[in-house]
């Protein structure tokens, strides 16, 4: 049995944000965006509000402050809910701070000034990664994040049934998670006993994973994931549901496989652009298997995802996919519109020609994934879809439900 590794101490890949000066401001506008989360949040969903409820005639806004409306006092609770949202904003601020050897109050020195760097995108982006833990990290959320999980351990239990003990370290498979996000899966694939790395390209993302996964220990933060949503409501406590987060705990998880008499893998995170890393030859052939959920369609080029897999993967190797097809092919130049993909746009200018920044892209149908799947030297084992459908960070009260009919499938590497 081998001892879990939640972290490697210090970022890998491609990207060193400090040697680079595009780098180091999307880096520096992520830390900002957290910084002002709280500000930003009070202003743009309680203040306007206040202020247009106030704009209406007097006798007006008046029966709707009075019971049974309380429009100003549910105003109040949205922003005690903020509040409790922004703490977690906060924290992984003050952890980014520490990993990345900044100060809390920058002075002068250009190179450590990382406050009022963020722009509106910026903290769009904070925004929805800390809805994202809804998804990723509580309890409450499982019928939506359980199923993709599920397909994932079952298909890798598939494969490897045969080979050799998970226990045996030198043995163990590698397993390579792009698009990691918060990093549950990877936390979950690690915890089944094997060793996986994951990869995303967002600071915010990095950030956010990094601190749930290393920093929280045994502490839970209070959660308002839908707290500023003012559309589709059956009732103000469905607006004001509050779950606490990380439903488990990293490291006691672990240790709790490993007191069962069962083997945990080793965890490691990498930062950068996924076809710009793993393409290479340092790269090539170093996989068992990768696991991707939600993310193929965030490729503007799909080709370049298909050949980047196939270089990692080693002979024989298993590519397992659950997710839409909500395809974003403008990704490299616009910001995108669906919130699960606001994570995934490159970490800094500096990529335009390289990777998801290239120029060029295409959208397919999911026939067509599996012919071209087929066309570059795949042989797919498994194909099905879920009938009733996904969710992404969906409150499952509202009167709006948007759910994904996701493709499940696994392609084994061929020659």
């Given amino acids: 049995m081998s001892n879990s590794k939640i972290t490697t101490g210090e970022w890998t890949g491609e990207y060193n944000p400090f040697t680079d000066t595009e780098e180091r401001r999307v880096l520096f506008a992520a830390l900002d965006s957290f910084k002002i989360y709280r500000k930003t949040a009070h202003r743009n969903v309680t203040h306007r509000r206040r202020q247009n409820l106030y704009a209406l005639p007097t006798s007006q806004w008046q029966i709707l402050a009075e019971p ?49 760097c963020a722009q509106a995108v910026d903290v769009d982006k904070a925004h929805s990664t800390i809805r994202q833990f809804y998804r990723d990290w509580s309890a409450e959320s499982a019928r939506e994040r359980k ?18 003990a998970l226990c045996n370290e030198a043995s163990r498979p590698k397993i390579l998670v792009p698009g990691a996000g918060l990093g ?77 008499g069962k083997s945990t893998g080793e965890m490691n995170m990498t930062a950068g652009d996924f076809i ?37 993967l080693k002979a024989d190797g298993r590519w397992i996919n659950i997710g839409p097809l909500l ?38 149908t999911e026939e067509e994934v599996i012919w071209l799947l087929e066309k570059q030297g795949f042989r797919i084992e498994h194909r099905s879809a879920f009938s009733d459908g996904v969710g992404y960070i969906q409150d499952p009260d509202s009167m709006f439900q948007n759910m994904y009919r996701v493709s499940c499938w696994v392609a084994r590497k061929g020659d």
């Fill in 184 to 260: 549950r899966l990877v936390y979950e694939i690690c915890r089944a006993g094997y060793d996986v790395e994951g990869n995303e390209i967002s600071y915010h993302q990095l950030l956010a994973s990094n601190w749930i996964l290393n920093h929280v220990g045994s502490t839970q933060y209070a959660l308002y994931p839908f707290a500023t949503q003012f559309t589709n409501l059956l009732s103000r406590k469905q607006q004001l549901r509050k779950v606490m987060i990380p439903d488990v705990q990293p490291a006691e998880g672990m240790k709790h496989v490993l007191a069962n």
């Fill in 68 to 116: 049974p409306f309380s429009l100003l006092e549910n105003l109040s609770n949205v922003d005690d809910a903020i509040d409790l949202n922004a703490d977690i904003a906060d924290a992984i601020l003050e952890w980014g701070l520490q990993t990345f050897g900044l100060p809390q109050e920058p002075g002068s020195d250009h190179a450590q000034k990382w406050l009022g």
């Fill in 276 to 312: 710009v890393l793993y393409s290479g030859s340092e790269y090539s052939a170093v996989f068992d298997a990768v696991a991707t959920m939600f993310f193929i369609d965030t490729a503007p080029n799909l080709i370049r995802y298909i050949d980047t897999v196939k270089n990692c």
């Fill in 147 to 164: 199923p993709c999980h599920d397909f994932v351990l079952e298909q890798l239990e598939v494969f490897f049934q045969n080979r050799a």
């Fill in 327 to 364: 395809w974003h092919s403008d990704i490299a130049y616009e910001a995108p519109t669906d919130e699960r993909h606001d994570h995934k746009t490159r970490v800094g200018e500096a990529d335009r020609d390289a990777g998801i920044g290239e120029p060029g892209s295409f959208e397919l």
